[in-house]
């Protein structure tokens, strides 16, 4: 599974792997309904990419900015991978 | 970084240096192209080139070659366009604020043109004549780009502006074999320029405009016959309206807009109908 950050124009956006562990984290924080992504120009949201379609997921799930822990997760992701420039 | 401007013949030419931001757009500009030896500076009166070596052991400065001329007609595949050129030594002369006078300044731009055709052998595209500037707007069409999610996701806002669809998230550069290594306006610029994106109306050509996030991205306008502008923010829907919800017309242009971090504008330029992009 892989984390997309959808925050650039031209630049494909930043990608990063979930761990095992971490991967079971955010499929327990995700809402019932998807929220949807911010438009326009910078940071908009994620993208959960899951081609294998675990946990009974579809290959791709928009999350957007996300709200409450999910955001938190998300945020700290970024973050720790050296994206907090672009949030 | 030492700049010389050959320009005298009785009086010392005047020298300046490039501070740290300029050594930088100077890599920018320059790297990874073939570029003039000092050696080929024609012999004449008035300005023949201007001559860059490197004078620290700075790392950086050892990404171009010891020593180099700007503002030289050159025949090789991979040299400065004569657009490039111009604009090099545009660029090279504000570095030297108070060491070359208006006067001086204003004979260079002359004779650069002068000096980059005299030595052209076989005809090049971009020094022949311009051709009358023909506008060639489309109507705003963004069904194109949205309704197919292999399309809206593949497909960035330089494949917008250009209006070619590649499925390839066209980067400015990689057509030509030189992708930009950084994002700053000279740099997205030239790759762009080399792509074959004019930065002067020459021909049948779409109106677009460049702007910048320092350091992180860049981002495409392209100007539509319903007259506003539409543009599309990566792999997110193309659309007409600016970050604040307003549409980009009439008052409002990529200039002024609501661009989000894309805080630096780079200028407009105009896409020739047909361009190949990738």
């Known amino acids: ?87 | 970084m030492r700049v010389e401007l050959e320009v005298f013949s009785g009086r010392t030419n005047p020298v300046w240096h490039l501070d740290d931001s300029q050594v930088r757009e100077a890599l920018d500009r320059f790297s990874g192209r073939s570029l003039a030896e000092p050696a080929d500076l024609p012999d004449q009166l008035g300005f023949r080139g201007l001559v860059i070596s490197a004078d620290t052991d700075d790392p950086t400065e050892s990404e171009l070659p010891q020593r180099f001329a700007v503002g030289v007609a050159q025949d090789s595949r991979d040299a400065l366009t004569a657009d490039e050129s111009v604009d090099a030594v545009s660029w090279l002369l504000e570095t030297s604020r108070h060491h070359v006078d208006d006067q001086i300044r204003e004979h260079v731009m002359r004779a650069l043109r002068g000096n980059l055709e005299s030595r052209s052998i076989e005809a090049k595209a971009d020094l022949q004549p311009a051709a009358p500037c023909q506008p060639y707007h489309t109507p705003y069409n963004p069904g194109f780009w949205n309704n197919d999610a292999t399309v809206r996701t593949t497909n960035n806002c330089y494949n917008y502006a250009v209006n070619r669809r590649t499925n390839t998230f066209a980067q400015p550069g990689r057509q030509c074999g030189h992708q930009y290594t950084s994002l700053t306006c000279a740099a997205v610029r030239a790759a762009a320029l080399c792509d074959g994106v004019r930065p002067s109306c020459d021909g049948q050509q779409r109106l677009v405009a460049l702007v910048v996030w320092p350091g992180g991205d860049y981002h495409w306008y392209r100007y539509h016959s319903d007259g506003f502008w539409g543009h599309k923010p990566g792999k997110t829907a193309a659309r007409n309206t600016d970050n604040s919800g307003n549409v980009i017309g009439g008052s409002l242009n990529p200039a002024n807009c609501n661009r989000g971090p894309y805080t630096q504008f780079c200028g407009y330029f105009w896409v020739p109908v047909g361009l190949l992009i990738r």
């Open chain 1, 1 to 87: 599974m892989e984390i997309e950050l959808d925050v650039f124009s031209g630049v494909p956006n930043p990608r990063w792997t979930l761990s095992g562990a971490e991967a079971r984290r955010l499929v327990a924080l995700l809402p019932a309904t998807p929220e949807p992504e911010r438009e326009g120009l910078g940071f908009r949201g994620f993208v959960l990419h899951n081609p294998e379609r675990e946990f009974g997921l579809p290959d791709v799930v928009e999350l957007g900015p996300g709200t409450g822990e999910l955001a938190a997760f998300l945020t700290a992701q970024a973050i720790h991978h050296g994206y907090a420039h672009l949030l």
